[in-house]
């Protein structure tokens, strides 16, 4: 039976451990040391229990104590189980007269076991385990040896509850620290995470003469799959790309997510030699796996990536500049069609500073008058007769000078006034067509439409709303718009040029040949009008292929219904050979150069008053 003093000198040792922020380890192994000090025992253990989970501490006195404490455990059978369970301590003092515990008794005699009294380490209602006394000869504990181990037990129960608060605390601040350091729908690390070991692979650099490479990857089109088939399909697509990405890296590359649809792959210990090329191999390999389409868990979805990057030179820059220029090459790779790469050249810088502030002063430009619409006529191929007329925006910047429209348009795509000017150059040349129609023959009116502008929701709706303010026959109005429309997103395309059609409106496809020119678009969308781009009619007369080209687009576009006009016609001879060929109409210098309304109000009116003017009237350009 224990001493007074030597039970008060173990409490107190434990009241000190729990000073010493002892581990909930330690504190049980101290127990069944000190316990099997001063009890007649010969071994203790002890098993911390949480309810449908594993033990995740088992500690134990000598070798026999701890097979007891696993045999309990894995058989989940024995008295530590049912002083836990029931909360009081169980006595068998002699194992071999046993029938409670039929798997855990057999067992336990063949290693040597033969009396074991197990105490609950419980703290209130709230049970932690059991503490287990094990003796190599059977024979009852006395009541005061019982007594001393329950106070044991409840003493290390105490300080087990406290230790596992301090272990549940800094397992949630460990959580939260993950978790203010990645991203939460994808688990990558985020933009705090990816800077803090961009500086460090600044200074590893420094010291160790390697280089970093940073890509920033953004995916294109991602704004539609959200907008089509909601944030949800969008989320799901994110992480498929976080999964698809992150096995294309070198072991110690880091792959974050800044937001939205924007990753980065920071690549770190590159040798200065030749990291250009590997950077450059890794975005390769990111756009083109990226090109390849997403089975996601209801839809297909297909689309790629502009892949900008830039590699870190010590003495020029700092991480957050590192970024910024691989963000500056992704926008470059994006302006020129996306789904490719490209490396940062200093350049790009001042290009985008000039885009931006060309953005800013068109939107004033707009608000104050600086754009107007001049028109270029389009005849008809057999008599040069004036059959309508192209819309084509003009936008002279007061400093400077005429921005032509190659600048212009991807401008206004990118900075979202596209939307309002195509609204507005529609309801100018609406009206400015409706002035001109005349006797003898209706004159019809083409109006450009970029595929951001087709695509922006309720296109066809305003449509509508200008033709009907306007009081033109929706019969008059073309709209142009080129192959581009279809392969973004051709579900959607087709939806808006149906809805166009249902309004009346015709459609032609623009600058035919130069873009994707896949025929199976032909049969699936409802086109009146084929366009063939310039670039084939400048050829006309010299090259056997072109010719052979123009001519089979007028045959199959008169086959499946659709009408032809041919671009840029500048010579006779071209006209001649088109005439040959069969085309419908013609557009280009030869017969005139865009004009201003007023220009166009004077040829019409030239002409007898019932029988419009013939073309060519004017080779000037009165632009
Ligand atoms: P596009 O729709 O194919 O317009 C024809 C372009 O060819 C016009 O250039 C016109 O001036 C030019 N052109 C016509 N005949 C000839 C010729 O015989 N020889 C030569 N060398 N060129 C000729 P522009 O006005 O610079 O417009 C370029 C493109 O900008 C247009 O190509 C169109 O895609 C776009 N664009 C113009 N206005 C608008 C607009 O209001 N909205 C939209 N979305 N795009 C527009
Ligand atoms: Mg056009
Ligand atoms: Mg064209």
């Known amino acids: 039976m224990p001493s007074e003093v030597q039970l008060s000198s173990v409490l107190s040792e434990f009241a000190r451990t729990m000073l010493t922020d002892f581990p909930i380890q330690g504190i049980l192994d101290q127990l069944v040391e000190r316990i099997v000090e001063i009890l007649p025992i010969t071994g203790a253990g002890v098993t911390v229990i949480s309810p449908g989970v594993d033990p995740r501490y088992i500690a134990a006195s000598d070798g026999p104590a701890l097979i007891f404490e696993q045999l309990q455990s894995n058989l989940g059978e024995g008295p530590c189980l049912v002083a836990y369970h029931s909360g009081e301590a169980v006595s068998v003092p002699d194992l071999s007269a046993d029938r409670q515990f039929p798997a855990f008794t057999p067992r336990a005699l063949t290693e040597g076991l033969a009396a074991v009294f197990a105490f609950p380490l419980r703290h209130g209602k709230l049970q932690l385990g059991a503490l287990d006394l094990y003796r190599g000869s059977p024979g009852p504990l006395s009541p005061d040896a019982m007594d001393a181990a329950q106070t044991l037990a409840d003493v290390a129960a105490a300080y087990l509850l406290n230790a596992q608060s301090r272990v549940d605390l800094q397992d949630s601040s460990d959580r939260s620290l993950a978790s203010s350091l990645h991203d939460a729908l994808t688990g990558l690390p985020n933009r705090v995470l990816l800077m803090d070991r961009l500086n460090h692979a600044f200074l590893r650099g420094l010291r160790r003469d390697t280089t970093a490479g940073v890509l920033f990857v953004d995916l294109d089109r991602f704004k539609t799959v959200n907008d089509l088939h909601g944030h949800a399909v969008g989320d799901e697509l994110l992480v498929a790309v976080a999964h698809r990405l992150t096995p294309l890296l070198r072991l110690g590359d880091t792959l974050a997510r800044l937001s ?28 083109s796996a990226l090109s390849q389409p997403f089975i996601l868990t209801d839809h297909l979805v297909d689309i790629s990536a502009s892949v900008g990057f830039a590699l870190a030179s010590p003495d020029r820059y700092t991480p957050e500049q590192l970024l910024h220029d691989a963000d500056t090459a992704m926008y470059q790779a994006k302006r020129n069609g996306g789904n490719r790469t490209q490396i940062f050249e200093p350049n790009h ?35 040069g007769r004036i059959i309508g007329l192209e819309a084509l925006l003009r936008w002279t910047h007061p400093v400077q000078g005429p921005v032509p429209p190659a600048t212009l348009i991807p401008i206004a795509e990118q900075s979202g006034l596209i939307t309002e000017i195509g609204a507005w150059i529609l309801r100018q040349a609406l009206a400015d067509t409706k002035r001109w129609q005349r006797p003898g023959g209706p004159l019809s009116i083409s109006v450009n439409v970029s595929p951001v502008q087709l695509m922006s929701p309720g296109f066809a709706t305003t449509v509508a709303a200008i033709l009907a303010g306007s009081g033109l026959d929706p019969a008059l109005l073309t709209l142009e718009v080129t192959e581009s429309v279809f392969v973004s997103d051709s579900d959607r395309a087709l939806v808006v040029l149906q809805d166009l059609r249902r309004i009346g409106v015709r459609l032609a496809l623009d600058d035919f040949g130069t873009g994707y020119s896949s025929l199976s678009y032909l049969l699936r969308f409802p086109i009146d009008i084929i366009k063939i781009d310039r670039s084939f009619i400048t050829d006309l007369g010299q090259d056997r292929i072109s010719h ?72 000037s350009s009165l632009d």
């Open 260 to 287: 939205g649809d924007e990753f980065v792959v920071l690549c770190e210990d590159l040798d200065t030699d030749g990291s250009a090329a590997q950077v450059a191999a890794i975005a390769e390999r990111l756009c």
């Open 349 to 383: 810088q001042r290009i985008i500073d000039k885009q931006t502030g060309l953005a800013h002063d068109l939107r004033h430009g707009l608000a104050l008058g600086q754009l107007h619409t001049v028109y270029q006529p389009i005849v008809e191929t057999a008599d």
């Open 548 to 619: 052979e080209i123009v001519s089979a687009i007028i045959r199959l576009s008169h086959g499946l219904g659709m009408s032809v006009t041919a671009e840029g016609v500048e010579t006779a001879e071209q006209l001649q050979l088109l005439t040959e060929l069969g085309c419908d109409s013609c557009q280009g210098y030869f017969f005139a150069r865009p004009m201003s309304d007023a220009a166009v109000g004077g040829i019409l009116r030239g002409g007898a008053s019932s029988v419009p003017r013939r073309l060519p009237v004017s080779r």
